[in-house]
């Protein structure tokens, strides 16, 4: 089974930026699909964006549409996010995921241990 690990949360300054990373374990990595997902105290957990097993095509919900930009390098086995022109409402703690497809973002499989992110006003 695949393994997870999040990082690169933090704290930053509405307009700020981050990059976070999600390392994953295991030789299959290269050939599904993977997601990141955030969860606000008291709220859902929510997709944000996906990415095909090549980086081909992405998909992003409409809240980091032209803000945030998924990627993955596959001979590191991880995927990143990109998160420009944050906003307070993306705080959250960020996991990513294997999905089912890129615009079918369903999560398979476990969930990483998160990583933090907070944007103060």
């Known amino acids: 089974q695949v393994q997870l690990v999040e990082s690169g949360g933090g704290l930053v300054q509405a307009g700020g930026s981050m990059r976070l990373s999600c390392a994953a374990s295991g030789r299959t990595f290269s050939t599904y699909a993977m997601g990141w997902f955030r969860q606000a105290p008291g709220k859902e957990r929510k997709f944000v964006a996906a990415i095909n097993w090549d980086g081909g095509t992405t998909y992003y919900s409409d809240s980091v549409k032209g803000r945030f930009t998924i990627s993955r390098d596959n001979a590191k086995s991880t995927v990143y996010l990109q998160m420009n022109s944050l906003k307070p409402e993306d705080t959250a703690v960020y996991y990513c995921?294997?999905?089912?497809?890129?615009?079918?973002?369903?999560?398979?499989?476990?969930w990483g241990q998160g990583t933090q992110v907070t944007v103060s006003s």
């Open positions: 995921a294997r999905v089912r497809a890129t615009r079918d973002p369903f999560p398979l499989g476990a």
